[in-house]
């Protein structure tokens, strides 16, 4: 009876949605730059010639410091794993092979997985002026201060997103897409005009632009070096 329970609390523990890969801790460590488009845009140059005379390393010197993010990782225990592994090593251990066993136990045990989230942060800075500015834009009787204000949240948005492309936090075609929606933009909140529903696109293209700056896979199981 007691050996059904606890193979019961196995494939509990393999099978529960939000157990099977509690976490275990978070980092958040942010990188930024202090120079202005034209420095970074040197830089790249500089980068792309070196690339293109194979110089590898130096190109990664060059561009190791064009940072300006955010990275939050998560670690989780991967407790899905753990039923495969306690099965192997009661077979192991059935087997009178109990090292083995021990080091099946060990590995699962000390299995992490860690997920990599990545803020750019001229991007998340342009959505939050755009966020202000969509407010203004959606009042039908501004004042001219008001107008002043809308159009320099514009600008600055603008501004933010060219840095964020110089960055290489998106693709060109990313960028010309959002460029023209933000003309748009421009466009429709000139001189008093206003309406509502005039950033939903831009918002959902800066959003694709930020996801294009995840790792292509941003888990990786690491094993500690604890024993």
């Excluded at 990599?116 to 998340?124: A, C, F, K, Q």
Aim: hydrophobic letters at 35%.
């Amino acid at each position: 009876m007691a050996g059904t329970r606890f193979w019961e609390v196995v494939h509990y523990l393999g099978t529960s949605p939000g157990i099977c890969s509690p976490p275990s801790s978070v980092e958040v460590v942010t990188y930024d730059i202090l120079a202005d488009i034209d420095a970074i845009e040197k830089l790249r140059q500089e980068a792309e010639e070196a690339l293109k005379k194979g110089q590898l390393q130096k190109a990664r010197l060059l561009i190791k410091n064009l940072d300006s993010k955010t990275v939050i990782s998560l670690t989780n225990i991967p407790l899905a794993t753990y039923p495969n592994a306690i099965k192997q090593a009661v077979k192991l251990i059935d087997e009178d092979k109990l090292d083995e066993a021990k080091g099946v136990l060990q590995t699962a045990l000390n299995t992490l997985v860690v997920t990599e989230t990545i803020i750019p942060l001229p991007v998340s800075e342009a959505e939050r002026l755009l966020k202000e500015a969509e407010k203004l834009a959606e009042e039908p009787d501004r004042t001219r201060e008001e107008n002043d204000k809308l159009a320099r949240l514009l600008q600055e948005g603008r501004t933010e997103l060219e840095f964020a492309q110089a960055l290489g936090y998106g693709s060109k075609d990313d960028f010309e897409n959002i460029y023209s929606q933000l003309g748009e933009i421009e466009d429709k909140t000139r001189d008093g005009k206003s309406g509502t529903g005039l950033f939903s696109e831009i918002e959902e293209s800066m959003h694709d632009a930020a996801m294009s700056s995840q790792p292509e896979s941003n888990k990786q199981e690491i094993v500690s070096s604890k024993r």
